[in-house]
């Protein structure tokens, strides 16, 4: 069976996707392609034999497309994602599922009147080989419980349309989600710290910030967010437990001594940094949708991911301190699902 996708968001994401799909992937194929820009869409589509959709519920509508992938703008993934639950179509979205906890919780509504898993999100650093890794010594508790994790998220640079929240809902979004999964367990209270401001920051951006979590059992979590570091893009994380670390080493292919001294090559990007992971998730996502079986981070982890997010953006805006994350209790229908562990 070859799953028949339409995508609806031509961005560099989308087409970063469209070309793994094309040229890496197996058993999928993108025949429809959607997009505001539709002397884009059109560019995109003539190498691919793909139609050319005006709007994304025709698209999700057509016959031809078996599965639908998200990678417009965040605050219009609710409306396509609903739109492909109604269809009984599997929908993959990018972080994030939606803006708002309250939008988040629509989905979930929509999902389980459905009676199907159909939503899986884009939080692809779950299949990272080193964050993998990481996890398994945690769960293998042979340095004993985690009690701190240090993270760092360091960005080049960022375009002026980059608003302040969007240091919580858009990079550190993705330490939410990973520190959830790799701890198995929620976060109760969020806050964010101020330190000294970068000079090559937007005058509107707090850069860098600090967002501190604390979760169930009490393990810490701080996770820098720095998006103007101009050296590269450079991800950083440390879980420290009883009798021992654990740490990402740093992701090169080679190190090199010369006359400057030892070092390596640093990402420049997301895309750079985490190629294999976005191969390894989609690959995981068409075989998902192959079989019938959902797999990966749910509508439940959009959810909570947002939860987070949003607390951490009320510390970040106002002098609320220390912010109670509150969450629903996980609903029965998400309570089997394979959000917790990648295989």
């Keep these: 069976m070859t799953v028949r996708i339409g995508i609806i968001g031509l961005g560099g994401m989308g087409q970063a996707h469209i070309a793994r799909i094309t040229n890496v992937l197996s058993g999928g194929k993108v025949v429809a392609v959607c997009d505001l820009d539709l002397t884009r869409a059109k560019a995109v589509a003539e190498p691919l034999g793909a139609t050319v959709y005006s709007e994304g519920a025709s698209l999700i509508g057509a016959e031809e497309v078996d599965a639908i992938m998200v990678t417009s703008l965040g605050p219009a993934h609710e409306e396509s994602v609903l739109a492909a639950i109604e ?3 599997p929908v993959f979205c990018e972080k994030p599922l939606a803006p708002t906890a309250a939008a988040c919780l ?10 199907r898993l159909l939503a899986q999100v884009g939080f692809m650093r779950r299949y990272d080989q080193s964050y993998r890794q990481m996890k398994a010594v945690l769960d293998s508790g042979e340095i004993g419980e985690p009690l701190m994790v240090h993270c760092a998220h360091r960005n080049p640079t960022v375009p002026q349309i980059y608003t302040a929240d969007m240091a919580i809902t858009d990079t550190a979004i993705h330490e939410v989600d990973t520190m959830r999964w790799l701890l198995g367990e929620e ?5 964010v710290d101020r330190p000294k401001k970068t000079r090559n920051r ?3 951006l707090q850069d860098p910030l600090i967002l501190i979590l604390e979760s169930e059992s009490g393990v810490r979590v701080d996770d820098e967010v720095f998006v103007n570091i ?3 893009y450079d991800i950083r994380c440390e879980a420290v437990a009883e009798t021992g670390t654990v740490s990402l080493a740093d992701q090169n292919k080679i190190e090199r001594r010369d006359s400057h001294g030892h070092h390596n090559e640093v990402a420049t990007s997301h895309i750079d940094r985490f190629d294999g992971a976005f191969t390894t998730e989609l690959q995981a996502w068409i075989r998902s949708v192959e ?5 990966g981070p749910s509508s439940w982890d959009g959810y909570a991911a947002a939860v987070v997010c ?3 953006v009320k510390a970040l805006m106002g002098d ?3 912010v109670a994350i509150e969450m629903i209790d996980r609903p029965a229908f998400y309570s089997n699902d394979s959000s917790v562990v990648v295989g």
């Design 87 to 89: 269809a009984g179509k």
């Design 310 to 312: 949003d607390a951490g």
């Design 291 to 295: 079989i019938g079986e959902a797999s």
């Design 202 to 204: 937007f005058p509107h």
């Design 106 to 115: 629509r989905i979930m509504a929509a999902e389980e009147k459905a009676g």
């Design 230 to 232: 101009q050296y590269g």
């Design 320 to 322: 609320a301190g220390t």
């Design 187 to 191: 976060f109760v209270t969020a806050r």
